[in-house]
């Protein structure tokens, strides 16, 4: 099956564009920027050599119904989206910052509190938790937003006190994350899912407006349980049944490879890429309760362009 690494074409007034571990940015005359979602699969901050068919889509389309489903909370930068991978909005200073929010004990923080860590970007996690149990409210653990490599935790007191972000704004920030992990787990519990932890990232646009950017609630940003059998599973201490990139953390771990240095990525089959690429498909069909409908991926890239094109002159 084909799969979109990388696009190669220049668009009419471009200026700039930036490549970073899934997404390719085109910023365009007039403030206009063009956000392609390739089908790169990152993990552990590290882009692996193979890319996953239809994981651009997929990505693209869950994140806008999920910014269409959280535009009364707060302002995004979506303007259009001419072609299942692609978006196209207004161009803003986005914060260095991700906003990482948490319901319950998993991925990353699990792994810290595993090692005896109890304090996670300043926020204090209890004694006595045990993986995947739900935090007594949420917390918020951000991450610098690193432009190579690793992201790396942050506290609050950090952002405000080197000036990543004006005390005034990371409150507003905070107000916003913890308003769209509302609904998002809201949006979720309509699939029975429970929304798990993700990242939100937001931007100011010229005139000085807070905008939600990048995806949200998507696989790759967020984590999700079933919420049948949540209960019996964590009382039995079994594993969670989840809709998230992490079998794919959990595979790469089992093979030796957590992105630290010295470290090579396993080799994978394709027979693993089509397991994965069939398991994001049921992470959208999950996610938006809607059946996955494959757009032709015979020449991508020349579809990519076209759309593109054919959007710029009508607009």
Request: proline share 4%; hydrophobic share 35%; charged share 30%.
């Amino acid at each position: 099956m084909n799969s979109l690494l990388a696009t190669n074409f220049t668009l009419p007034g471009q200026i700039h564009k930036y490549t970073g571990k899934v997404r390719e940015v085109i910023t365009l005359e007039d403030d206009l920027l063009v956000m392609i979602a390739t089908d790169r699969l990152s993990a552990f901050d590290v882009v692996m050599p193979k890319g996953i068919p239809y994981k651009g889509q997929i990505l693209n389309q869950i994140a806008t119904q999920m910014l269409e489903a959280t535009k009364d909370i707060v302002p995004n930068w979506l303007e259009a989206t001419p072609d299942p991978c692609i978006s196209i909005g207004k161009r803003c200073k986005p914060f260095k910052v991700e906003m990482v929010i948490r319901g319950y004990m998993s991925g990353h923080a699990a792994r810290e509190y595993k090692l005896g860590k109890r304090i996670l970007c300043g926020v204090e996690m209890p004694e006595g938790m045990k993986e995947n149990d739900a935090f007594p409210s949420p917390i918020i653990t951000p991450a610098t937003k690193a432009e190579e490599g690793h992201d790396e935790d942050i506290s609050r007191e950090e952002i405000i006190r080197q000036g990543i972000v004006s005390e005034i704004d990371y409150i507003q920030l905070e107000k916003y994350t913890r308003a769209l992990f509302q609904r998002g787990t809201e949006l979720a519990a309509q699939k029975g899912l429970i929304l798990v932890d993700t990242k939100y990232e937001f931007g100011k646009t010229a005139d000085g407006t807070i905008v939600l950017i990048d995806e949200i609630h998507t696989p790759d940003s967020s984590r999700y349980f079933y919420a049948e059998g949540y209960k019996e599973r964590q009382a039995a201490n079994e594993p969670q049944k989840q809709l998230s990139k992490e079998f794919v953390r959990q595979w790469l771990i089992s093979k030796g490879f957590q992105g630290l240095e010295g470290q090579s990525v396993p080799e994978m089959s394709n027979a693993y890429i089509e397991e994965v690429s069939t398991r994001y498909i049921e992470l959208y069909e999950n996610i938006t309760g809607k059946t996955f409908d494959k757009v032709d991926v015979d020449q991508i890239e020349t579809r990519i362009e076209q759309n593109i094109l054919r959007y710029l002159e009508q607009r």
